[in-house]
Structure formats: structure tokens, C-alpha cells
């Protein structure tokens, strides 16, 4: 079916297979090298944007109605309600308002609304009857809209459920990253808390520093670099936990300035992973700090409050706070 | 209960067992090896029959109904819902429709359609009255259908669910595979996107060749290469990623023409596993190439459409766009 | 709280600690040593009585309704129905069936049924309406019932969607285990087949073999041992898989003959994991032979049905068939 | 944005960034170092509290209806209907009761009564209709509320299959711990049951040892041991499993009596992982034992019933019997 050229694949000896293989990018490829913008956004998404492709995959509709917000979602719900009452009430205006029967006089509010409340006890199936089918044709809608009705429901399960189930863990990382005397050394920090009551456990943290460099051919390209840690892995989670680069002769942030951070648009990319223990599910976070999000010469206040002595006391709303401290 | 012949398992030293458990064949087993048609379809299927086995086995009913297309599964929910009330209608009117009361005169469009209609009524429990059972047998038929109606909106709640919380993901692999110039040496490539939103995390693909061989004897056999990549695993998955296997003297594609491909019946077998990070759930996707798939000295343009600055707009539509290169 | 005896934890070098270490019982522990009957049952199970507990961990209720067969679960959910109909017609008859108004004349059926089919209205919320609560206490246990039915939907979905969506994997067994010629020497071998259409990838398997052994005090005791097999894992699952133990010099069949397996009580425990590829669940099977469920001198047909050569045909009805053959 | 001082990092070598990285605390922490409590509590939880945080975070809905015993769950269903229902009466009332027409004479019980049985069948969509809404605004409040009632439906499903299939074990872990001989020494061992029906497989146990221990300085600060186990896993669960750690000259126990354990506030944390064979979820248990819930000199008594031959008799009251033994 194609008619392929008769060349031979030589297979040589390669200098640079090899190097090529240690590359390492996260995935984020050659492209995203280029530009002087942010990798990883605070929400956890990606700077790029998705062109053309199927309908269905743009739409991606059940991955959006499980991940908008509870307003946006109760909104989406209730329009959807309107709409469809209002579409059936018009398809039984079309086949004959005088059809849907009525038990009492209810004229005065004229054949659409009756048609429209007729529509919304059928749908919900909560079918008082006061209203109901007369017709051959009215009946036949009526059954069908009964069936979506019942479907309708089926739905609103599934994506409630669906919402509430879904891995989530709500970790919050302290709004900026610091340098800090850390020992006999200074590290680079930041912070997390698990917000909620839930357990995590066997949270892992991964970082990775990606800052522009200067080739040999005199072009800028993107490296990445990663961090090791003073810890990456807490079997249990229970309080803050503050993440330490321990900036010795081996990190790559060994001599660095504010400038140079600036200057080189050094990004850190975070990538938190933890087990759920009331669901048993994994879950995952991805967090940035850019250059401009880090405090130099600064360090965390403790976040446990001793005013009580009986029990431990995290207070949440001091994630952030920090003070002033002189470097090592 | 058996005569087993009182022979003694006199174990011995074993050229053939240590070599014949390094064999990989992925699990087709030998039969397989004597076919000459593709080892697995575009949808990740292999191309094997089952025969006989049990009847729920073989229908898999909840597999059939999770895994079938949206219009196909709300046919066969339509088909359901007319059957079962021409079902229970049959039933009513043989019970005698006479004993379901209508408050007004629905004469009109006969007795199998008021049973049909005060059917559907009752099996989506939507229930408004205006016909109603009125004898012990009709009574009893109609509290066992509501009953059943309880248990279908169950049924299809949890199908519904099931359908849309399936470890899914749309990641398209390019029609084509390509062999192209790769840094010193020449690749043999493909191109993998994620055509939804969803982000996907750690993204794994494995590659193997198989192709037929001709043994010392005389016979053909299929054999299995693992091909060695670029890169086989990425964190994040934000935009294309173009797999290779850098064809080097240690690659089993060293040297081949796509005469020897086509002759050797050669398949590129593809197994990629990601995680899906809204749901943390894990997906799987298989995908073959065969060797009239392939195009020779082509590579793939890039699918980056730089009109806007301000963000990576990645094009979907490109996926396949190759264009013709000199191999190395 | 306690009185403590002063005593001192002298920790000593001990010979048998580590020797106890490796000691492999699967768990099974010391007491299952001394019965002789089937370890593990063929439907997976344990020979293990629980005595005494909680009454609720004893019903184990939710796991009970989901591993039940289909027409016992169906059975039990026609019988909760029927009783919660009674038990509430019971009520509305003791609260004065009179004030459950009839708008046509039903007295022909009496009041325990007018009372019983009210309920199956109230109950799976169809409400016709043709009976309706008139008095304080009859609509305050309406109002009530209908909840429960709100409950009792709920529930049913929860345990149909929980039922289909239980990993399961029909993978059959072959009913007897051989001893077969393989290669140059002989195997113990089995057979199994996944008998859905479902994909399951990275099948893997684990063979103890367990049998009672004379200690150097003259007792017997059960000693367990990991069996060698040509292959252990797959990744792909589409036709039968023959397990096979070379049996070698290393291997603890060495030299045994058919009566020394039975004297010895010997039992195959197997142990299998595998992927549903739909939905990415891990599945479990467990599995065991006993040495009279051991064909010796036997060798397994080929399950492929030749006839059509377009496709392969994977005839399951062929699993167990065997055919004799002489031993290496 | 910000003025960061131009320091520099100069990267030193340090001594203590590798002893600090060895460091163990479980993710427990320096803060929890100084408190004389208990760390990990009987039911899993720690002992730390949360102060402040977002209103949604500390209320964490979703996990307290799930997490939260039966009992409570119905009871708090239950008010939300109660509930639901006084709310929707009284707005019922404030539009007027007029307009819920009443086929039959129900005035007898009042027009707030009215319409709180009006309100509880559109809210279950029980629908009966001898009340029904004759006015626009209560035709619109009804429709309103049976979509509400749509909605609660969906929830309570949602909630009840989330209680259900909700990853759990019961695992029960003996009340206390024993210090007992065990083969040629001593050991450290509690004993725990799996106290359902349902199949737990790869059963793995980790154990910490925590003590308070003087520093250099003066100081008293905790200590985190892992503690050596005979065996760390099982891969079936049928039985008791008794954990034992051997104190052997190796163990951090070795040479303690029980007024050092008291004195250095020690505690042994217990973490165990399995899988539950039904659902294919990984169960997660913590458990501890302080100093005080330990018994010197004695050991657990065979949990085992003898009186039937037939089949293994597992008695889950016996979990906790124990006998004093001499201390080798």
C-alpha cells in the first residue's frame, strides 16, 4: 500500500544517544524550552492550550461537571431542569394543551405554565396527577419524558457521587518559598499542611528546578534539575511539614543570587503524592514557586499554638507567616 | 479415586529449561507464532476467537453495557423501556384492562394502550393516577412492577456511573510510524497526544518487535524484540511526545530494508500505562504498528502553531503531518 | 495500672531467630500444620471456622449481598419488599385502614390488601393516588414509609452498582493438574483460560507447593515450598496459558512417585493477580491442587480449533481435555 | 515584586545535613517531641488538633457522612427530612394553603399539616396528588422542591454506596502487647485477627518504637526505633497472627525493664497495610501500645476451639487471653 523507498537503516555507534537519553525534562519537551513563562500554573495545570480535535474531547463533559465548582455545578443542574420542562411544555403546547387534563380549574395561569408543571411533575416522576395525559400523543411524551425523567436521575447520581468520591486532598503550600539557615548550611523551603481532617499517609515530594541556560552556541535553552531533599517521603502526616533543599557544594543553587535567579527564569516545580486513608486513594498535586515567589533570608514561624498544653494545636492560618532571619 | 502408574519423577539436568524461560513472547504463546495476520487491532483487541465457554461468560453483560457506544447504549435502554411496557401491558390487558380505572374517557386509543401507558407510568414510578388498578390481580401486577421499575433505575443509576467514571483516556497515536534522521543516527518514531483535558501523570510505554525468523530447521517462528527507547517514562504529559528507538548497531533494525520488513511480517507492539490525575486512576492502551504503516525516510512536523506568544497552542489536527527527510 | 515484675529484657545471641525468619507458611501459621484436610478450597476459600465476634462482623451484610448469586440476592430483595409491604399494611390497618381513601370501590379486596397495595405505592414512590392517607397518623407513616423507600432505592443502587462493578475475573482453572514430558525433562503442569471477553494484562502467578514432613523428632510437620515456573508472569492474556514446573534437580518433586504425594498430603496453593484492562483493577484468584486431583503421565490437548484459518478460535470446553502420555 | 538583598548562597560542605537526613520521625516531627501524650490514638487518629482554615475544610462534609457511625447517618437523614419538609410547609403556608387543592375533606388536621404531607411526597416524588398545587407560585415552589428531592435522592445513594464501599477491615489488634519468651529469648509480641469473613491477602505490619532519650545537651528529646519483626508479611490472613519482635542483642529493647519503658515514655506504633480480596482496595489500620498496655511475662493463649476435628475453629473472643509464663 506505500511504496517505501529501498533504503538501508545503517545502524552507526552514537555519541549522542546516549546523552540525549539523560535528558531530563518532566515531559514538558523542547517546545516549552522557548518560552519566558510560567511552566506549572498555582492550580496545578499547564501553560498550554489544546487546538481543534473532536468535539467530545474538547467538550470532555463528564471530566468538566465533576471538576467545576458546587455553584457552577447546582447552577449547571437547575438550567438544565428550566430548559428541559420548558422544552417539554412547548412539545405538549405543539400536541394540544387541552389534552393534558386537569382536575381543577387552573386556566388562569394559561396552557404553557400547566404544560410546564405537567412537564416538572414528570420528569421528577413525582406525577400528582392532578394534571395528566389524555391524548394518544400527549401519553407517548409523557412516557418518554418519564424515561429521561428516570435517566435524568440515574445521571445526577453518578455525577454526584462522582464529585464527592474523587481523590482529592486539600494541601495547601505556604504562598511563598524561602531561603533559610538550615544547620550549618542554608536551604531553600517551603511548606505544606493537609487542610483537612482526613489522613494522609506516605506522602512523597518530588522538586525540580528549571532555569534558562546558555548553551556552548550561545542560545538559551531550558534545563532541569532535580532537588534532592532533606526528606522526600513521611509515612504519616499529621501536622505541617516544611520541605529543605539543603543548599550545599552539590546543589545546583550553589552560588546563586537573587539575580541570578531572576535572570536565569529559575521555576520550581513540585510534585506531591499521598495515599487517602479513609478512600485508599492516591492522590496527587502538582505546586510551582517562581523566582519572584521566594523570600530571601527569611524563615517560617512555628504553626503549633501552646496556649493549651493538653493537645497539640496547628493553627492553619499561619502557613504563611514568616520572619526575618540573616543567612548563614 | 485414580490409578496414577507408580512412575517416579527422576529429575535431570536441563539444557533447554533456563534457555526456553527467557523466551518472551508477551504472552501469544506459540499458536499465535503461525499466523500471518496482525497480532493486535487498532483498538487494542487481539485477533482471537473464543468458542463455547458458559452463556453469562460469553454475554459479559455489565462489560458489553459499559464498554458499548453512547447511541448504542441509550437504544438499548429505549428498547428496554418499550419492551418492558408492551410486556406488562400484554400482562394488564390479560387480566383484564377493564380493572384499570381511568378518571376520564381514554376509550379512545384502546385497551392495550391505557395498560401501555399506566405501564410506563408505573415502571418509572411516575404513578399520576388518572389510571389506576382497581382489582387484587391488576393490584398485584402493578406493585410488582413498580418493584422492578425500583430495581431498573438502578440498574441503569450504576451503569450510568459506570460508564462514566471508566479508567479512560483519549490519547491518539499518530496513523503512522516513521523512520527518520534522529541526532547522528536515524529513529524509527511515533507520536503520541492526549486529545482531552484531563492531565495525565506518569506515562510509561513499553515497545516490542515481533516479527517471523527463520530457525535452523527450516521453520518460520515469531520472535520478540524489546525495543529500546529514548525515553520510556515522562511525569507530565502536557503536549505531544514523539517515542523513538534510536536505530543503532545494537537495535534488531539494524540494517533493514523495508523489504526485510515486509517479508519477516513485522508488527510494532505498543503498551502505554498513565495515570489519570483527576480520577488517580490507571489507564492502559495497546496499539500496533505494522510494516505497511510505516513511512521511510519521513519525519513529523511539529504540531506547535505559534501564532499567539502568549501561550503553547498545541495543534491537534497535526498529529499526523509528516513530510519527506534524507535518512542518515 | 499495672505491677510490672522488675524483671530485665536480657537480649541474647539467638541461633533460631533467624532460622525461624525464613520459615514460609503463606500465613497459614502453626495450627494448620496438624489437620489433614485441603488448605485451600476450590472456590478460593479457607478451611477456617470463626466462632464468636461481633454480630455485625459476623453478617459481614454488605460484603454477603455483593458475593451472593444473582437469583439469591434477587431472592432476598423480592422477600425485603414483600415484608416491608406487610409490615407497613400491618401498621396503616392498626392506624384504621378507613382513613386510607379509596376514590373508587375497593372494599372488594379488603383492608389488609388495600392497606398492602397503598404501601407498595408509598414504598417505591409510584403514588397513584387512587388510595390516599387522610387522617394525621396514616399520612405521618406515609411520610415515613416513603422515605424508607427513598432509603431503600438508594440502597439497591448502591448494591447492583456495587455487585457489577466488583473486580471480578472469570479465569477458569483446568480440573486437574498433569505430570508431562516438557522439553528435555518432565513438568508439573496446569492450565488456565480467562473465559470473558475482558482484557486482563500483567497476569501473574505464584506456585507453593505444601506437604507434610517427618521431623528429626518424629513428628510430622507441613513445610511449604515455592515452586520454580517457566514463566511467572505475562502481559498479555488472549489464549490459554499452560503453567509449567520443569522439574529439575532443584526442584522438590525430585524423584517423587505418586504414592509418596499422597502419603506426604501434598497440595498445590496457587496464587494469581492480574489487571482488568476495563477497569484497571487489580483481580485475585486463588487456587489449589491436591495430589489426587493430579494426572500422571497425562498431557494437556490444544484448545486451538483449527477449522477456520482467518482467525484463532479458542475452544473453551477444551480446558480439560488431556491425553495420556509416556514421562521423560 | 520583591527586594530580595543580594546575598549570595554560598554552598558549604556540612556535617550534619547527612546525620539530619537519617533522622526517623514518621513525619511525627520536632514539635511533638515535647509533649508527654500519646501519639497515635487506639482508633488510628493523632493527637493534634486544627485551628482554623476555611469553613469547608474543617467541616469536610463529605468524609464526616461517611465516616460517621449508622446510627448518626440515620439520624442526621432523618432531620434533614424532618426538616426539608417544616421548611417547605411553612413557605407552603406563606403562599397561601389555600391553593393545595384537596380532594378530600383534610382540613380537620390543619393548613400547616397540609402542607408538610404535601411537602414530604413532592420531595420523595411519592406524588400521591389528593393534595396538589393550584396556584402559580405554589406550582412553581412544588416544582422546585421536587427537584430538590431529585437531588436529595441522588446524595443519600451517593453517600450510602460511599459508607458501603468504603475500604475497611476489621481488624482487631489484642488489648495489649506482652513481653513473653519466644524460642531461645524473648520477644515483643501482640496478636491480631481479621474479624470478618472477607479475605485479607499481603497482610504487611511495620512497628516504630518510641522513647523520650537525653540528649548531650542536657535535653530530652524522642527517639524513633523500627523494630525487627519475625515476619513482616503474610500473604494470607485465615487465622490469628501473632507478631513477634525478637530481642535479641540487636533490639533497642534489649536490657530494659518495664520502669524504663515508663520512664522514657515509650510508645510502639503499629502500621498495617493489606489487601481486601472482595473489592481490591487497600485497607490501612494504625494501632499503639504505650508502656502501660503491656503485660511482662505473660503470653496469648491458643485461639483455637479443638472440639470439632472437621474444620479449623477460630475463636475471636479468646483475641485477648493471656497467661503468665516465665521470661527466659
Redesign the interface.
Known amino acids: ?2 511504496t ?14 546516549e546523552q ?2 539523560k535528558r531530563q525534562d ?4 523542547t ?2 524550552n522557548d ?1 519566558y ?1 510560567r511552566l506549572v500554573n498555582k492550580d ?11 468535539f467530545w ?2 467538550l ?1 463533559l ?2 468538566r461537571l ?2 467545576m465548582t458546587w455553584p457552577h455545578f447546582l447552577g449547571w ?2 438550567a438544565f ?1 428550566l430548559l428541559a ?1 420548558g422544552f417539554f411544555a412547548g412539545i405538549y403546547v405543539l400536541a394540544g394543551a387541552e389534552y393534558l ?1 386537569s ?2 380549574d ?1 386556566s ?2 394559561g396552557p404553557f ?1 400547566k404544560a ?2 405537567f412537564s ?3 420528569l ?7 394534571i ?5 400523543l400527549s ?1 407517548i411524551i ?2 418518554f419524558e ?2 429521561m ?14 464529585r ?4 482529592s486532598a ?1 494541601i495547601k503550600f505556604s504562598q511563598r518559598a524561602v ?1 533559610a539557615p ?5 536551604g531553600w523551603m517551603f511548606r505544606v499542611i493537609n ?5 494522609l ?1 506516605n ?1 512523597q515530594v518530588e522538586v525540580t528546578m528549571s532555569r534558562m541556560e546558555l548553551k556552548a552556541d550561545g542560545d538559551h535553552y531550558r534545563k532541569y534539575y532535580p532537588l534532592a531533599l ?2 522526600t517521603k ?8 516544611t520541605l529543605v533543599h ?6 545546583p ?7 541570578d535567579l531572576a535572570k536565569s527564569d529559575t521555576e520550581f516545580l513540585i ?1 506531591l503524592r499521598a ?1 487517602d ?8 498535586r ?1 505546586y510551582s514557586y517562581r523566582y ?1 515567589e ?4 527569611h524563615k517560617f514561624r ?1 504553626m ?2 501552646n496556649s493549651q498544653q ?8 499561619k502557613l504563611d507567616e514568616t520572619e526575618e532571619v540573616a ?2
Not at 517505501?4 to 544517544?17: A, E, T, Y
Not at 538550615?182 to 542554608?186: E, G, R
Open positions: 500500500m506505500n517505501l523507498p529501498k533504503q538501508n537503516l545503517h545502524g552507526r555507534d552514537s555519541q549522542l544517544v540525549e537519553g518532566l515531559g514538558f519537551g517546545k516549552l518560552t513563562s496545578g495545570s499547564f501553560n498550554v492550550a489544546h487546538k481543534n480535535g473532536t474531547d474538547r470532555n463528564y471530566n465533576i471538576t443542574v437547575l431542569y420542562n387534563q382536575t381543577s387552573q388562569f395561569y405554565w410546564f408543571f416538572s411533575q414528570t421528577t416522576t413525582v406525577g400528582y396527577g392532578h395528566a395525559p389524555t391524548s394518544f401519553s409523557a412516557a418519564s424515561m425523567g428516570l435517566l435524568s436521575f440515574a445521571l445526577v447520581t453518578g455525577l454526584l457521587y462522582g464527592f468520591s474523587r481523590p486539600h531561603f538550615y544547620l550549618d548550611v542554608n487542610a483537612r481532617s482526613n489522613q499517609i506522602v532533606e526528606r513521611v509515612t504519616f502526616f499529621p501536622t505541617n511539614w539543603p543548599i550545599t557544594r552539590e546543589s543553587l550553589h552560588g546563586c543570587t537573587p539575580d510534585l495515599m486513608d479513609t478512600f485508599s486513594q492516591e492522590v496527587h502538582r519572584d521566594i523570600l530571601w533570608g512555628p503549633f499554638d493538653s493537645m497539640l494545636n496547628l493553627d492553619l492560618d543567612l548563614n
